[in-house]
């Protein structure tokens, strides 16, 4: 399992005990969770209520504290990923990886995951620039047994660990899907790692056009 990697301390579990509390504290920010397939209604295989946060948006203080702890400790096991993999960073496209701003908070009630198998990289256009996403990453926040993520080529299954980060590769070599658990609930947040730099991305993003009401 060179390629995936899983980090645990004591900062990592305090990070996922405030996405709990944060996810209980904030039913205004709660969506339908959503995939390239669509939301629940028309995609079936991932169900879940999710909070989408921006870590860029400083407009509502305690969302922007989470993001700004959430963006450090991804930063933190991204270097300690990079370090054990020096030739990684090597072969990347501009020899540069940054966490992007944007990423999920997804609650799945028992009999709720993404339960088809995906990788997360593709090339549908989205503000998270999804064609140059390098690898991704799960924190999970809560103990759940057999409910992690499961690997289908690699044969291996990451556990739903409080406090556990891991990171993979985005792309085809590594499909994935969630463990359901028929009994409990679990609650990750998740992201990607792009190609490139966070100065670059932001530019990119100012630069957008608006989109339509």
């Keep these: 399992m060179q390629l995936i990697a899983t980090y645990q ?3 990592l579990a305090e990070l996922g ?5 944060f996810f209980e504290e904030r039913p205004d920010l709660h969506s339908s969770g959503a995939s390239f397939g669509g939301v629940a209604a028309t995609n079936p295989d991932k169900v879940s209520t999710d909070i989408s946060l921006v870590w860029l948006d400083r407009s509502d203080s305690q969302a922007h504290s989470l993001s700004d ?8 096991c991204l270097k300690q990923y990079l370090a054990d993999r020096r030739i990684f960073l090597q072969v990347c496209p501009e020899r540069s990886l940054f966490v992007n701003p944007i990423f999920n908070l997804q609650r799945y009630l028992p009999g709720e995951g993404f339960k088809n198998w995906h990788c997360d990289w593709t090339t549908a256009d989205d503000a998270t620039d999804p064609i140059k996403r390098v690898l991704a990453w799960i924190l999970y926040c809560n103990d759940v047994e057999n409910a992690g993520t499961e690997f289908l080529w690699q044969e291996h299954h990451v556990e739903a660990i409080a406090g556990q980060m891991a990171i993979f590769p985005a792309g085809m070599s590594h499909v994935h899907r969630g463990r359901v658990s028929p009994d409990c609930t679990k609650v990750i947040a998740t992201g ?6 966070l100065d670059a991305y932001v530019q990119g993003l100012a630069a957008l056009p608006p989109r339509p009401a």
């Design 192 to 197: 990607w790692i792009n190609v490139g730099s």
């Design 9 to 11: 301390d004591g900062d």
């Design 69 to 76: 702890a959430i963006m450090l400790a991804v930063s933190r």
């Design 17 to 21: 005990a405030r996405v709990m509390d």
